[in-house]
């Protein structure tokens, strides 16, 4: 999957040079280093931005999916491109001096300043099983994983089937993100993570939901986890308050239970979440998202949606495009047998009094194979785009 800001050989010296400070800025927010050593890493990757951030992060991948303790995993910092910081020149020049629109500074607190005066009443998100319990390709899956949400960029962020080495990858790929993880695990060691020891031990074995937040828009006010207590495989219900401009909102993910023989936990999951999402003081707006893995015969056994709870997808006109989140009929990382699809990720939300939400535009993503061969899940991911109306 390439970035949209990748440089093209067409077009005239000015062009290029607003294109290459755009890539330098993108690459700068991203990693958090300032734009000599983006022009470096570029120019070594012929300003191609997911190579260059491959070639930045690669070290770090590779430590963080070993077999060894999580405390000896913790990222370390590279000295290669801080010791030649002096010798890089900026390959962004040209002959032609920039107008002044395209001359002022694109560093990471300008760009930070500008995602704040972003109109605060759009707000983006992706809800994704990202499939952590795969180790197949499980490096590859994960910087494409990064690649999609550096492309998007998305206020919010959703994650089931998060293990421990993802966490700390995510930790360090995503730094304009506050990361909250919906439990703290205690293993550490990559060869334990198998779905019977998962299933056995729970979060000890560490597989969780994560929530991400843009820092520049959104401000974290309070999380709380609320335990499902009759669960056979420690899923929960992640919640975290937040205020994005003048307004408050509660956002929730969770993994519901899985399988077609755990429907009667799910729906009792299901019902938890629905009542959680009514104990919400009505001065907040609600959204959920996540891997529910419900079949659409689920939701009417428990009597359809709370009043006042909407299916972003129904509402939306339950668009074709996007529907099937588990589809092995054109995903083929499980190589599955069977053929089936089924809109098990889904998003929900509930209006607030005096704010509302109005979902404009859902998208799957995460369709395009990796160079590896492989999708970076078994699950489509869902992008959404909200207006609030104070």
């Not at 994005?244 to 009792?268: F, I, N, P, W, Y």
């Amino acid at each position: 999957m390439a970035s949209e800001l990748n440089s093209s050989p067409v077009g005239n010296k000015s062009d290029v040079t607003k294109k290459r400070k755009l890539q330098c800025a993108e690459f700068a927010s991203i990693t958090s280093k300032d734009e000599a050593i983006a022009q470096c890493y570029l120019a070594e990757n012929d300003w191609d931005l997911e190579r260059a951030l491959n070639s930045f992060f690669e070290p770090d991948v590779e430590v963080v999916f070993v077999d060894t303790p999580l405390a000896s995993a913790l990222p370390q910092k590279r000295p290669r491109m801080e010791s030649i910081q002096e010798d890089c020149v900026d390959l962004t020049e040209t002959d032609e001096t920039p107008t002044t629109s395209t001359a002022t500074s694109t560093s990471g607190t300008n760009d930070k300043a500008s995602e704040e005066d972003k109109d605060n009443s759009q707000l983006t998100l992706v809800t994704w099983n990202i499939d952590g319990l795969d180790e197949s390709n499980l490096i590859e899956r994960a910087r494409g994983v990064c690649s999609y949400l550096a492309l998007y960029s998305p206020d919010v962020v959703f994650l089931q089937e998060v293990i421990p080495p993802y966490l700390i990858y995510l930790q360090k790929r995503a730094v304009s993100y506050n990361i909250i993880p919906g439990d703290k695990p205690k293993c550490v060691f990559r060869n334990e993570y198998n779905l019977k020891n998962i299933l056995q031990n729970g979060n000890d074995y560490g597989y969780f939901t994560v929530i991400m937040l843009k820092k520049s828009r959104v401000k974290l006010l309070k999380q709380e986890i609320t335990h499902f207590p009759t669960t056979s495989m420690m899923r929960n219900l992640l919640s975290v308050h937040v205020r994005v401009g003048g307004s408050d909102l509660c956002l929730m993910t969770s993994h519901l239970e899985s399988t077609r023989g755990q429907a009667k936990e799910r729906l009792t999951q299901l019902n938890t979440l629905f009542h959680k999402m009514k104990e919400v003081p009505e001065s907040s707006v609600v959204i959920y998202g996540g891997d529910t893995n419900l079949r659409d015969q689920e939701v009417t056994k428990v009597g359809g949606l709370p009043a006042g709870v909407v299916d972003v997808w129904e509402f939306l006109g339950k668009p074709e495009h996007c529907r099937y989140t588990w589809d092995t009929k054109m995903n083929s990382n499980k190589n599955a047998a069977y053929k089936c699809q089924l809109r098990f990720d889904r998003i929900l939300f509930r209006n607030a009094k005096g704010t509302h939400i109005i979902p404009q535009t859902m998208d799957l993503i995460g369709l395009d194979k990796l160079d590896c061969g492989k999708f970076p899940s078994d699950h489509w991911g869902l992008f959404c785009a909200f207006t609030l109306i104070l």
